[in-house]
């Protein structure tokens, strides 16, 4: 069982930077794959970016590539997703995912568990 609670969400200006925080419960949170996604009003939820256990490779949805990094911290049981250069078109509820699925990293089966989410609003 890991319970994931996502912090850092705010209002800002398009330009600036946030970074999210996502700290797990439980003990075996290094051997879990970490994921953010994100969810706008009316929208499907879509896949922002990931973090595989071990080796740490990483993937990005094309929409946040260069703009956003995701990171861990396995001593901490935390993943971070540093999102710069924010643009109003990045608002939604980012919510952090974990699981142990390598078949499919930016989709949402892959991952078991979620956390309630943090809000990202970015004006203009």
């Known amino acids: 069982q890991v319970q994931l609670v996502e912090s850092g969400g705010g209002l800002v200006q398009a330009g600036d930077s946030l970074r999210l925080s996502c700290a797990a419960s439980g003990r075996t949170f290094s051997r879990f794959n970490m994921a953010w996604f994100r969810q706008a009003p009316g929208k499907d939820r879509e896949f922002v970016a990931a973090?595989?256990?071990?080796?740490?490779?990483?993937y990005y949805a094309d929409s946040v590539k260069g703009r956003f990094t995701i990171s861990r911290d396995n001593a901490k049981n935390t993943v971070y997703l540093q999102m710069n250069s924010l643009k109003p078109e990045d608002t939604a509820v980012y919510s952090c995912a974990a699981g142990l699925d390598y078949s499919g990293y930016s989709q949402d089966r892959a991952y078991g568990y979620w956390g309630q989410g943090t809000q990202v609003t970015v004006s203009s």
């Open positions: 973090i595989w256990s071990g080796a740490g490779n990483r």
